[in-house]
């Protein structure tokens, strides 16, 4: 033993520089471990906000090309609508007219026929059940 004695100071201070060694490059190597963790994490959401961004910028393309298709199709809906209303009042007033013309029609019949069965004309086929 006494032959190592003068040694063992040196062996514990190498073990001792070599454990520490050890130890800074496990902390580093862990370190660095986490660094790639945290940069893929820090990756992966800008990633997904590119991604949001991306298709924000879709979506809103897509709003622009559905408002230019869209709108001159309400555009001629709404054209359409009016045209459809004002046949409704056009076929409203010529019922009108209509119902108006065959109860003149009935009134004449009726006071001609008395007057001269044989010389009232006879209503046209079309409205004949309706006179």
């Known amino acids: 033993m006494s032959t190592i ?28 471990r986490m660094e790639a963790r945290n940069a893929r994490a820090d990756d992966d959401i800008e990633r997904h906000r590119l991604d949001g961004e991306h298709l924000k910028m879709l979506l809103d393309a897509q709003r622009a090309d559905f ?9 001629d809906v709404d054209t359409l609508r009016k045209e459809v209303r004002e046949l409704h009042s056009v076929i409203d007033a010529l019922r009108a007219r209509y119902r108006v013309a065959i109860d003149y029609i009935r009134q004449l019949l009726a006071w001609a026929r008395p007057r001269n069965s044989e010389s009232a004309p006879l209503p046209p086929q079309l409205i004949a059940d309706e006179v």
């Open 67 to 75: 408002e230019s298709i869209v709108k001159p199709l309400r555009d």
């Open 5 to 32: 004695a003068p040694y063992v100071n040196d062996i514990l201070t190498l073990a001792g520089v070599l454990a520490g060694a050890l130890g800074v490059w496990h902390a580093a190597r862990l370190k660095t």
